[in-house]
């Protein structure tokens, strides 16, 4: 049985994830009166973050660089200088990001990643706490509803293949088990809530919940556990799941119902506008099962949470935050869950 209430008045917000989805919710909550910890995961393996870990077997630097900035209070022209991403026709350089190598750097003076990212943390003025899901680089493995195997997180998204579900190991082969970071099962055994997401499911969300300690950390915790669900599927990750099926796949890999409240945005993307999206992971707005999610979760809230751009689909920060919020301070009704 888990009971959860606020602590303090002051809350502690833990939020898990990795990709585009956590600066946004990080960027919102930084203004806000809450105690803010960020757990970011590190089995990306594409683009500069990709190219770094591979060169020096080092945790990869990109999502950890965009919650740095989400979180700093730097001006807006030394975040572009961290952001900067060198254009060149020499590709040693060519794509990657300032910051990426900056990362780096200190964390090889300083032989820690943990260590360069407090260290970075202060000189940008972060207002939270960040930490890596793990010290060390992880592999994401994904076996298929066929019965054959994927690697790497930038791979196992195929449109010819289902995913059944996600594994992860270290890159050392005599010892393959993953260990959570330093601070990261304490964040999550003290927060008042852990936030997931938002973001892809099996490729930003899941490789951090699934190490060993997390997870036994996530079922463990006193804290209100809130999902943020997607509101588009992704291309190789979670075509034709509803709402509650998205809420089942994490379910599953924890072995148990752990999920206290889920948020579910309830506009509708206009399809004219979907048709116009260039980037191929979207395809449709994730249908809704409330029927069964009531059944897997004790409290559903549904909003308005659309921010549409020219980019894409994306959670209206602010819109979540508030949400956040008052669900975290929501403490006239106390939730039990078995």
């Keep these: 049985m888990r009971i ?9 917000i833990t939020v898990i994830g990795g990709g585009t989805g956590l600066p946004v919710i990080l960027n919102s909550l930084k203004n806000k009166d809450a105690d803010v910890t960020a757990i970011v995961t590190v089995a990306d393996d594409g683009g500069s973050s990709g190219a770094l870990r591979k060169m020096f077997n080092t945790v990869p630097p990109g999502d950890i660089r965009n919650v740095l900035i989400s979180l700093s209070d730097i001006p807006q022209k030394q975040k572009e200088i961290f952001q900067y991403r060198f254009e060149s026709e020499d590709e040693t350089l060519n794509g990657h990001s300032l910051g990426n190598l900056i990362i780096l750097a200190t964390s090889e003076m300083h032989g820690s990643m943990y260590l360069a990212i407090q260290l970075l943390a202060k000189m940008m003025h972060v207002d939270g706490h960040v930490y890596p899901a793990s010290e060390e680089p992880l592999i994401l493995h ?75 950390a996530i079922v463990e915790t006193k804290a209100q556990v809130l999902y943020i669900c997607n509101i588009m599927t992704q291309m190789g990750e979670t075509e034709g799941l509803t709402d509650a099926n998205h809420v089942e796949v994490l379910c599953k890999h924890l072995g148990q119902n752990f999920i206290d409240t889920v948020l579910v945005n309830n506009a509708t993307v206009p399809s004219e506008h979907v048709a116009k999206i260039s980037n191929e992971e979207y395809l449709l707005q994730v249908a809704h099962d409330f029927k ?30 508030e949400e956040i919020l008052r669900a975290v301070s929501f403490n006239h009704r106390t939730i039990i869950k078995e």
């Design 4 to 12: 959860y209430r606020p602590k303090r008045s002051r809350p502690k």
């Design 292 to 321: 069964n999610l009531e059944q897997l979760v004790p409290v559903v809230i549904s909003n308005d949470f659309l921010n549409i751009t020219d980019n894409g689909v994306y959670h209206d920060g602010d819109r979540v935050v």
């Design 142 to 216: 994904a076996k298929y509803t066929d019965g054959t195997n994927g690697e790497g997180e930038s791979q196992i998204a195929r449109r010819d293949k289902t995913i059944d579900y996600v594994s992860v190991s270290t890159t050392d082969k005599e010892n393959i088990t993953a260990k959570a970071g330093k601070k990261v099962v304490s964040s999550i055994m003290d927060a008042d809530m852990v936030v997931l997401g938002p973001g892809s499911l099996y490729t930003s969300i899941l490789p951090s919940l699934i190490i060993p300690e997390v997870a036994k």
